[in-house]
């Protein structure tokens, strides 16, 4: 079966799902509903993608030279599922309108609330929790770097008693000219815990996890500074061993491969040709992770714009029961050309 | 007795000692040793402050027609103490060609090694221990800002079962153009502990600590993420009382008084007149104090340029014995114009 | 004659003008009109500074504990003026709602339109326009800045053929986290001309003035590159002493006083002590300051904060005939501190 | 024939050489030199890039794990040209240390003086001067960018009266954390003309040029805000047309496309899956460009990372005369594939 999708929302992070998309053999991008016409659009066309828009904006396209296919009535039913990435809470109100009356399936982003859908989902820890759902719900670029990490562990049958996480969240992406700050560390929020604690508890339900977050003027990644206190010592060479092998995170060692800051492993995404210098993964600095006892300390970046592309492949895939957990992630990190070697995917 | 102070080293650190020492009346400013003319220096002059130099740059100074008073020999002849601003490392030399072989007391800043001098100093955590020392090093501002969080808790005997922090610290001070990072999160260092878990121990040596720390693209303040572990339940309630009465902590609630980031609590300095929109009492953000059983939580901003200064006043004064620690604090509060309504400074 | 002031609107520049105002002995500040209760409010009360607020919003200040004395009517009727500094376009609503139906005279800024009132205005460059009037309108930041650097050679007869100046400008000021650009250029606009030339023309009408603009990420000021060409050749010597002895224009020498950057401009204001850090004066580059045959280049820069603050004063003095020209300038700078050695208060 | 290739320094220039030459049919990378073992290293070598390095370092490189090919001497025997890309003025010693004594040919970036080679070189500008040198020197991204603009002109026959240029630079490159400023402007230099003019002329030398320059906290493009003065009026018809059919020259329309900043051009790069984002053409701003009379005025953007690659092709095709300019530069372009629709390769 080849799963028919369409977009809504053509931003960071939809572009990528597209660009994703077309990449697998078991799924078919039809189109993307876009509002407005500008460069993003004339190069989604250059890769031979079709666009769709509102009624009332065909116009707008027209006369900005950019071709539409169709209206979004058009796209919606030629689908078997659309991936909404609208922004925060637009994503509920297209369920209400769209996907609810027309009985749609649909895939939704971190920025809508746990209640839009059937499930939270992140591959590595809950894929089972979402097959065959009708709405699945990717939680955000920091709830998945948080889960696949915790997953980790859990699924090697490690106890972990509590997770403290502190993010230093990048202000914006780095096209949003807008967003701030410019020279400030805002509180984000003041209050303890940040929504990320609660989040992580969508897909991995028993977790004591409490979370800290503040905002930085940059634009590069995300910054987790993470504190699992496990029940019982444990070893780092086993904890190295778990983190080596398990998929879709990967190790920088800062002393001896001289990455010694976020933009540094996203230059190394940009030297390999990753499109867009994209990283999918975690990224955990390799030096940083440190054992005392039965805590464990260290850090990890957290590629905003693309680390939740690859879980809403997966998410598809359960969507419609395309594959097993496993075989979903492996293709899915072989098809997007995530680092593979070394990794096991018959974990669990 | 009036201590006659010389400063050595007039950067961010110095410049400020200074201000501060001439508000003091057991204290007397002799003067400041700078090797280069330049606007802060033309500043000095312009407040009263008498400039001297090294023999062999007089005249840079002359030619630059800033007035210079003496050598280094002539200031270092009539002070009682030099406090010793220069840059990390440098006040380790100066110790052996020029602060031992004459005799002279001194005060380091935190920028050198523990051992430069016989102790390591926080007013709140361990005025007591400085007293008639010869040399004594004020701890960097990072560390001032964790001693006095755990000390103002151990003075009132609560027993803390270890401290994790989380830097996130300003990439340079802001007339210092030419540090970064400008869109980047370092990793500073990689490796766990940081260098402020242990220095927080040359203060406070009983204290189980782990730090970590990175450092972004502001020049602000640098922002602490904390988690203390008491030994036992703690109360909310207890836990403000005793961070509202003691002496160089700040609560700013960042709901109620709309302080949301830390350029708005120096801006609230500014507002309020300060020199230079300082603020050398650590800033706790009143919303993020969290309890949770006998975890304690809460954010602080640290103000790297001004926070060490009070305690380089105090030191002057265990030094030379010209007061008890809660007389000396209370008077260089009140000098400096720190917020003292409500503290209490018959603490312990 | 006293003025009696009331100021609508108390942030970045209405709190500068508040504090401005009560430093002049022909004005008194009888409040100040604040929406929402906040730190901004708290300090002005600790100031001495009366707050009035709007009827339904009484309620949130008695809440948050923060005195109000009066509502916006309360205050009205006391003053002979309103300088309103609300954001863009809100000045305009005022006059409209409030300022003109009660026949009040109003200052606004350089947000607003040129429309909003009788003339915009420049203490330098166009002082003598305003006298009488009862609307004025204080052109913004850099239309000032713009204004005073041209106005200081036409007022020494120079005659200027065109002017073309590129603006950097800041993304925003200090506290406001939530503007950027974060670690971006943007077109501010794209096409050219900017409206700053155009508003230059406000004040200058006859200037043949074209301007280019982008924002950058600092927060401290903007700095133009200016080309001036002038009708025949300048000597650089000639242009050196206008611009030494003409009032609110301030030269640095970047080499022999090491002012490198905008950031040392405005560490040079902290370190003198001036309220906030303020460099109400143009911030010109002396080594900067070029001639080739009849064309001037120059670098200044704005504080943006804070350098449209003396014209505020002035526009009072004018619209109720206080003082001539330049002995209203004189007594500004006078009063607020500004550098005064070596300007010439008796030009033109 | 094919030129053999060996690259001296592996950094922000020499690793985009390296993959550009792999791209070229008539070239050969034979391999680049290395210092230091890290990550660029091993994505070289994943790339099937072989590294050399120095005698005395050989050592560090298998203790890293990273396979070196050969030392340097090894290098150097099998090649025609070295490509040097080390940082300023490191070229000129190895110049001096190296390739003269062995009677290497050499091409150097804009780095390093424009005395270290027989001529300085742009290939739209002045390609037909660099045949058969044995020393080149590729100016640099700034100069670069205003050499084509200007040599677009010429080209077409255009007088041009002067030339003023405000350049807007990035503080430094992505991954170069440790450089500033953080939140500053930084005049670059303070003096007029910034070396920028100067060095266009070495190009160029019959252009009256004058240039100024601040770096700003970014690290995406460098800004240029040009001002042309034309000998006679010009329409903007014409203009658009050169422009547009100009090589490596690329018109972004800000209000119909959408790219309102810097990051945005890059972002069009990266979603275009250019490697590593990059953008070797001028980035025109079309709505910036506007005529008044004989004046032109236009804001471009530079990407300092990557501009200079298709120069240093070209380069290596002059020196060895494998093609003529415009069947260099068309080649060039399309193997790199630049944007060649609407280009016109036959000019001049
Ligand atoms: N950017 C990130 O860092 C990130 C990371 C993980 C998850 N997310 C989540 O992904 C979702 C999308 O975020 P984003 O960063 O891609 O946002 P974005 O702003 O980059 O893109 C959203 C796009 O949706 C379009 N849009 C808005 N309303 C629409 C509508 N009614 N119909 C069609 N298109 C519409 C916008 O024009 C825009 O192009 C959010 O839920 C967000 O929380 C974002
Ligand atoms: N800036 C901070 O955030 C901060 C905070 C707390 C502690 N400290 C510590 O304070 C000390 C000073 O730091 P700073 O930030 O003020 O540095 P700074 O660079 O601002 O000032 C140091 C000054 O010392 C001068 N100097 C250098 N060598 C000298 C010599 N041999 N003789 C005389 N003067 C000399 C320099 O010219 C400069 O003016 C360091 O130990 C630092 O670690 C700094
Ligand atoms: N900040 C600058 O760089 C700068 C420089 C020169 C001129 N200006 C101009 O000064 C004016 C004010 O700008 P600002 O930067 O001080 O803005 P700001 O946002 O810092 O302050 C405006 C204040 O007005 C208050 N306000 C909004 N509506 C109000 C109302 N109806 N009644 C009472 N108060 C109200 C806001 O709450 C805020 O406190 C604008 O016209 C601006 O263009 C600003
Ligand atoms: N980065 C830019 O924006 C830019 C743009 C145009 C031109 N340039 C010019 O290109 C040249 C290179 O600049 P870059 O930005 O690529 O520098 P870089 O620092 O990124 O790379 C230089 C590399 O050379 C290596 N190196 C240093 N000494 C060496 C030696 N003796 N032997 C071998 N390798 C050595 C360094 O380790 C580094 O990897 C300079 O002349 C620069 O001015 C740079």
């Known amino acids: 079966m080849t799963v028919k999708i369409g977009i809504m929302g053509y931003g960071t992070i939809g572009k990528r799902i597209a660009d994703a998309v077309m990449r697998m053999d078991d799924m078919e991008l039809i189109g993307v509903i876009k509002q407005t016409p500008d460069y993003e659009g004339e190069v989604a066309i250059s890769k031979g ?128 000219f807008k967003k701030g700050p410019i020279n400030d560390v805002v509180f984000n929020p003041a209050t303890v815990p940040s929504h990320h604690g609660p989040d992580v508890q969508t897909v991995i339900p028993t977790i004591d996890i409490i979370t800290m977050a503040v905002a930085v003027p940059t634009t590069m990644m995300h910054l987790h500074m993470v504190n699992i206190e496990f029940d019982g010592q444990v070893s780092k060479g086993e904890i190295m061993k778990i983190l080596e092998e398990t998929p879709r995170i990967l190790l920088f060692n800062s002393a001896s491969r001289k990455i010694e800051s976020l933009a540094q492993i996203i230059e190394w995404a940009r030297d390999l040709g990753r499109l867009r210098g994209d990283v999918m993964e975690n990224a955990l600095i390799e030096d940083s992770i440190t054992v005392f006892q039965n805590e464990l300390f260290l850090m990890q970046g957290v590629h905003q714009e693309s680390i939740v592309v690859p879980e809403n492949i997966d998410a598809v895939r359960a969507m419609f029961k395309l594959s097993s957990k496993w075989d979903s992630i492996r293709k899915t990190d072989l098809r997007l050309n995530l680092i593979t070697t070394g990794k096991n995917y018959n974990l669990a």
């Open 49 to 176: 993608i079709k666009l769709y828009t509102y009624e009332d904006r065909v116009n707008k396209f027209e006369k900005a030279g950019i071709r539409v296919t169709g209206t979004i009535n058009d796209l919606i039913k030629n689908v078997d599922v659309i991936i909404d990435a609208t922004p925060d809470g637009v994503g509920a109100e297209n369920k209400a309108k769209i996907y609810e009356p027309l009985g749609l399936r649909a895939i939704f982003q971190g920025g809508e609330e746990a209640e839009v859908a059937d499930t939270s989902f992140n591959a590595l820890a809950n894929y089972d929790m979402a097959i065959g759902k009708r709405f699945i719900r990717v939680v955000s670029c920091n709830t998945t770097a948080l889960s696949r990490l915790i997953g980790a562990f859990l699924i090697h049958g490690y106890k972990i008693r509590k997770v403290r996480a502190y993010l230093v969240r990048r202000g914006a992406d780095p096209r949003e």
